[in-house]
Each structure stands twice: as structure tokens, then as C-alpha cells.
């Protein structure tokens, strides 16, 4: 039957809220596969290593992305 | 000294050629901490499981993140 297929999503629901950078240990963002049909961003907590799924619809997740991207050190911007 | 700080990045050197979100299996984000002073976006490859350190300053970085939350089923889009 279609239900027999082996869908191994990671989140069962997910945040709206997405968490402060700083208490930011890792982002996995997993695209969509055979595996699982959605987008799934899990973020891991710092301290605690708690893992949390977030709503990859969420306006937070895409300013959040933005925002890692522009915090970086001048001394290494322009690294080769 | 200073050199002795534990220093941790995964990352050595970064790649400016993003992959194609077909051959992902995922995106690390690590924002910049005390044990690394720069973001690091590590790519797994889907078949070799291979890891390939990202530069975070590319463009092409943004745009794919854009993709990956551009890329949602209908069927999902509103669900709670």
C-alpha cells in the first residue's frame, strides 16, 4: 500500500519561533528527498544540545539565515 | 599565548562552488562561537556522504537557502 513507503521525516511538528543565533549551536537544513517530501530545518541548542524542528515556512527561518550570513569577522571576509 | 586557545573550526578551507540541492543530503549552519570565530556551512553529499565546507560569503550560499524554502509541497504549505 502508498502508506508502506518508507518516509523517514525527522519532525513531527515543527517551531514558528526560531531561536536567538546565540544560543545557536548548529542549523541542519535537509531538503526535500525520497525520504522524507518536505524541508526540514532542525536546530541544535548549545548548552542543553536539545534539538528543535523548525517551520522551514516561517519568515523567522530565511532572516535568520540572512543574519549568520552577515556576522562575519572582517579579518576573514575576504580569505582566500 | 594566544595561539593556545582552543580553537575548533571544522572547516580549513571552503569551496565557492555551491552543489546542486539534488545531491544534498544536508546543510550544517554553524554560527561563529568561542570555539570558532566564523560561520561555517558544511554540505553531505547524498551518495558518498562526503562533507564539503562551504564559503559562507558566497552568494550562491544565500540563493541556495532561498531554493530550499522556495521548494515546498502544496500539500504541506498550510498544514498546522
Request: aromatic content about 2%; proline content about 8%; charged content about 30%.
Amino acid at each position: 500500500s502508498p502508506l508502506s513507503r518508507n518516509i523517514r521525516c525527522r519532525c513531527i511538528k515543527s517551531h514558528d519561533v526560531v531561536p536567538n543565533v546565540k544560543f545557536l549551536q548548529k542549523l541542519e537544513v535537509i531538503p526535500e528527498s525520497s525520504s522524507c517530501p518536505r524541508t526540514e530545518i532542525i536546530a541544535t541548542m548549545k548548552r542543553t544540545q536539545e534539538q528543535r524542528c523548525l517551520n522551514p515556512n516561517s519568515k523567522q527561518i530565511q532572516d535568520l539565515l540572512k543574519l549568520i550570513n552577515k556576522k562575519r569577522p572582517k579579518e576573514t571576509s575576504n580569505q582566500k
